[in-house]
């Protein structure tokens, strides 16, 4: 740690010691959150999210490919996360690093494991045929917290797919005039609360993190379920504050929903 | 494609490879089993085979990553290419990429980094056959690995996973308990300083399931301890009986 985050880093614990952060927030507050839709016409789907200053955008591309061997009955879903390098003076060109291929594995497991997509209406021919789903995160300002402004805005484009009409002609597939909404069956929701020293804080910003000793990441559904899972960072968490994270992240995520009416 | 079984656990309670759902599979440490390396460990944890070795403290490669204040701990996660059922391409695949991050980040707060400024210390996870649950096979044979080097620890790193199958809390899944199960929990932590190191989860649980499992996991972690403590003892007690003989000879 250099200096000036030592430094900062005392004065984030100071301030968390009276329940008070450098924005002014409460340990248990959200940045403003601001949603928008259906921004990319040429996207089947996608949405724009501001969490605070992080600002993430996602397209959704929906395609024809065949489907995997052992789940010849449902259809595809891919997540790719790009850290577009104007986002952060720290990101540079480049293959995918070890921190965008979590991130998007992070967002895929929150989506994949709540069964948000009802991959089985998406099979074509069985075992031949299937529509596959293109989530791409793209982060375009990083100012922290990717995992819950890339999660939110891919749930959100998702829920604003829509995808070709077609039929079936002489064994043919034919796409015919008009659209229907990809079929959604949960709404995940991510919450990450990050640990300082010994208090927990939802939805970290870059200052907050770059101090932080670990983070930890939930996605929960529709009923309250806990369906992804992902500690990150150097350090490390009492098994008690396991289970007081998981308890705010559920509480949390209620919140979001009720105010995005998922 | 081998049949998906439709039940996981019997009348009787028992799984599909005969274990009650909070028993661990055989679990066999061994330490010091790569002659070139500075410290490693061989795990054979049910199916699962998988040495990790440890290179390091040494010079950092290439230079500009090194830091002032601290070491820089560099991991590799990585499956043979026969390691499973169908052959994987020996390329990382982005699986291999986050696990290899999750596995340094479970390991990186058991190690005195700021003992070695601009050094690094390179730890390699080779999974040699997997049948579930490699990634805690893999980071408690790291573990091993980095204390049979000799670098500093503030304790042993442990980990195991717990899951849901059959509507069933269960420890320590294995290959098709994880494939056709409901979830999986893989767990780290340093017991003796009650720290989680690594937690993950996919799948889906209730809080209270969920609350079960991770105290399944980590009961489950302080067995594996033991036998890392055991492994770690067992090599110096034969590396010193052999020394001592040694002594007798030269006496004779």
């Not at chain 1, 024809?64 to 060109?93: H, K, R």
């Amino acid at each position: 740690m250099s200096i000036i985050t030592k430094v900062k880093r005392k004065q984030i614990e100071q301030l968390l010691e009276k329940d008070n952060r450098l924005d002014g927030r409460g340990l248990l507050e959200h940045r403003e959150m601001k949603l928008e839709l259906g921004l990319i016409e040429r996207a089947e789907g996608s949405a724009r999210v501001l969490l605070g200053k992080t600002e993430v955008v996602v397209g959704i591309k929906v395609e024809m490919g065949e489907p995997f061997s052992d789940t010849p009955n449902e259809g595809v879903l891919t997540v790719n996360a790009e850290l577009v390098p104007f986002a952060s003076p720290n990101y540079e060109p480049g293959p995918p690093d070890e921190n965008s291929i979590e991130l998007a594995r992070v967002v895929d497991r929150g989506i994949r494991e709540s069964k948000m997509i009802d991959t089985e209406k998406l099979v074509i021919e069985p075992g031949k045929k299937v529509f596959v789903v293109f989530v791409d995160v793209y982060v375009l300002n990083y100012d922290g917290n990717l995992i819950d402004a890339s999660a939110l805005a891919a749930v959100a484009a998702l829920s604003n797919t829509k995808m070709s009409k077609y039929e079936i002609e002489e064994g043919e597939v034919k796409i015919r005039s008009g659209y229907e909404q990809l079929p959604l069956k949960k709404h995940p929701i991510t919450v990450t609360c990050a640990k300082i020293g010994n208090k927990l804080i939802v939805d970290p910003w870059v200052e907050e993190e770059q101090v932080a000793d670990a983070r930890i990441s939930f996605a929960i559904d529709d009923d309250d379920n806990i369906c992804a899972i992902q500690k990150g960072g150097r350090g490390y968490f009492e098994p008690s504050q396991v289970f007081e994270a998981a308890k705010i992240a559920k509480e949390k995520a209620k919140e979001l929903r009720k105010k995005l009416n998922w | 494609m081998n049949e998906k079984p439709e039940k996981l656990i019997d009348k009787k309670g028992l799984r599909l490879d005969g274990r009650k759902p909070d028993e661990l599979r055989p679990l066999k440490m061994e330490v010091g089993v790569i002659s070139n390396a500075n410290g490693s460990a061989y795990i054979e944890w049910g199916k699962n085979k998988v040495i990790a070795a440890v290179y390091g403290p040494r010079e950092v490669h290439p230079k500009h990553l090194a830091l002032q204040d601290r070491t820089v701990l560099k991991c590799r996660y990585h499956m043979a290419s026969f390691s499973v059922q169908e052959r994987k391409s020996p390329a990382p695949s982005r699986r291999e990429i986050e696990l290899s991050k999750v596995i340094r980040e479970s390991l990186e707060p058991a190690i005195f980094m700021e003992y070695y400024p601009r050094t690094m210390i390179d730890v390699i996870i080779e999974v040699l056959q997997a049948d579930g649950g490699t990634r805690c096979a893999g980071i408690t044979a790291a573990a091993l690995a980095l204390a049979d080097s000799g670098i500093p620890m503030r304790d042993l790193v442990a980990a195991c996973a717990a899951g849901k199958i059959d509507n069933t809390v269960v420890l320590d899944l294995f290959d098709t308990e994880d494939k056709v199960g409901s979830a999986d929990v893989p767990v780290a932590m340093m017991p003796n300083l009650n720290a989680v190191t690594l937690l993950q989860m996919d799948g889906i649980l209730t809080y209270e399931e969920f609350e079960k499992a991770v105290n399944m996991a980590m009961d489950g972690c302080k067995t594996v301890y033991a036998l890392q403590k055991e492994a770690l003892k067992t090599k110096y007690v034969t590396t010193k009986g052999e020394e001592e003989s040694k002594e007798e000879e030269v006496e004779e």
